[in-house]
Structure formats: C-alpha cells, structure tokens
C-alpha cells in the first residue's frame, strides 16, 4: 500500500484524536534511517520535478500545489527546508499567507489565494492556504457562520475548478499533540537562535487548542473530496513528517508519467549548425 493510500483521510466524519501523531506509518525506520532515506528522495524527486518544470514547454503543462497545514509549530517550516529544499528552487514557488492586508480584506478571501497560484510547469507551495479562512475565522469569529458555511463551498469549487485546469493538489494537515506543540514552543525560548521564530501570540492561541482541533476536523470533513483529498500526516516525529511530505510528493508527481517535452527544433540540423560554427 502507498503512503498515499495509507494517509488519505477516509471520507466521512473526522475525529483527529482518533490519530496518533506520535506514529510512523507506512515506514519501518528509526530517525536516522529516515532522515537517510529521506536524502536517497532527492536525486529522484528532482529528476520528477525538473520533469515537471520542462512541461511547461509541452501542449499539455502540468502543475502541482502542495498545501501545507497545521497548528504553530506543526513543521511547515521544517518541510520547506528539509523536503521541498531537496528540488530545484528554479520550478518552485513558496507562498506563505499571513494575516490578510487590508487591501486584501477588501475582497473575497480567495482573491489572494488565486493570485498565488503556480504557473503552468511549477510546484507551488503554500504555507498555510485559504483554509486559514475557515479555521482561525471560525475560531476568532472573524466572519460570520454563514460567510464561513459559504467558504466550505467556495472552497470546493475553487479546487474543482484548479484541477479541471490542469493542476494537481496534494493537501497535507501536519498534525501534532498539544503536548509536542508545548515542548516545541519551550524550546524555542530556551536557544537563543530560535527567540525570533517565537511569537508570543501562539501561547494565546493554544489556549484555543480545543476549539481549533474541531475546526479543523470540520474543514477536513468538508473538503476532502475526490479531485483533492486531504492527507494526515502524524508530525510529532519531525523525520517521518519530512519524509512522509517527500514520499507523498513523490507518489504525486510519478502518477503524473511526466516525460521530457520532445523537441519543437530539428535536432540534426540544430548539430549541424554548431558544427558548422566557426565563432571559437
């Protein structure tokens, strides 16, 4: 079985403490094996994703969006670097949403969205995604419960709508404990090197752990559909959740059977040209 198979959120209600997020599935290593195996990824995951860049040149481009979601601390960071770090930044674009601007608040809350998305031949990357618009605007009450009944929708269309057009959506939920996300949060305090990754804000925000928890199996149950499920990836383990990401983009990208775009030049005559070429 796939790791794709393994941590496709089944359809239906979503009940987050029914999943350990302290486990390994799909993966018989300790973290030194997966950190090892994660690094084996790269020469392939390249080689796929240059795949995926030269599309751009066909008549049939591809392009991916991996969505990247989870509490503070859940790794969102940490994927970037240690996974997406391992494919050529050329073909990638990393978007990372923060709290809306005001000339964003201005408009729908998928107006940003769209305007991040990746062109044809890249792997777009959000770091957090529209779905904070219906997570913390369900939490803090920024909007009202019917504007966040609509977004759900809104949502689903808009992703309907992605993969019509061509794009392929890999939606990963990085799910961790409270108590992991608390050990995190005091690491950070005590290594100097990391008080600027610390926000004080997201101590307020743990104390709205529950609240968030059931957020989140709302907007998981809501949205994962056929065209773009969610997966659940335990992260607690930050080498299985690095190495998960991997193994999930991985799968993705080899189920697109990209090949190199054939030429739109003829070849012998392009060498014979340069042979021909007296310019030393």
Same mark, same amino acid.
């Given at each position: ?24 599935? =799909? ?6 094996? =997966? ?42 960071? =940490? ?14 674009? #990393?978007?990372?949403? &923060? ?24 792997? =777009? ?22 504007? #966040? ?5 809104? #949502? ?25 996300? &608390? ?10 090197? &990391?008080?600027? &990754? ?83």
């Amino acid at each position: 079985m796939s790791l794709r198979d393994l941590l496709r959120l089944p359809a239906g209600p979503v009940d987050l403490t029914a999943y350990d997020t302290n486990s390994a599935p =799909g993966v018989g290593a300790d973290k030194e094996t =997966g950190k090892q195996v994660l690094a084996e990824l790269g020469p392939t995951l390249i080689e796929l994703q240059t795949k995926l860049f030269a599309s751009k040149e066909s008549d049939i481009p591809k392009r991916v969006l991996l969505v990247l979601q989870g509490m503070d601390t859940s790794g969102k960071g =940490g994927v970037l670097k240690h996974t997406v770090g391992l494919v050529d930044p050329v073909g990638v674009r #990393i978007t990372s949403f &923060k709290a809306p601007t005001e000339e964003e608040r201005g408009h729908d809350f998928l107006w940003r969205i769209e305007k991040a998305l990746p062109e044809p031949g890249y792997l =777009g990357v959000f770091d957090r995604s529209h779905y904070e618009d219906v997570l913390i605007g369900r939490v803090r009450e920024l909007a009202t419960p019917a504007e #966040i009944e609509r977004r759900y929708d809104a #949502i689903n269309d808009f992703e309907r709508r992605l993969v019509e057009d061509g794009t392929v959506i890999l939606k990963c939920m990085l799910h961790i404990s409270a108590k992991e996300q &608390k050990k995190r949060l005091l690491a950070r305090l005590e290594d100097p090197t &990391k008080h600027w &990754k610390y926000n004080p804000g997201d101590v307020d925000e743990r104390q709205l752990w529950d609240s968030y928890q059931e957020a989140y199996e709302i907007a998981l149950e809501r949205t994962s559909t056929e065209y773009a499920p969610w997966y659940l990836v335990p992260s607690d383990k930050k080498w299985y959740r690095n190495l998960a990401i991997g193994e999930l983009l991985l799968e993705t990208l080899d189920q697109l059977d990209l090949d190199w775009p054939a030429p739109s030049f003829d070849i012998a005559e392009e060498k014979k040209r340069l042979e021909e070429d007296t310019i030393s």
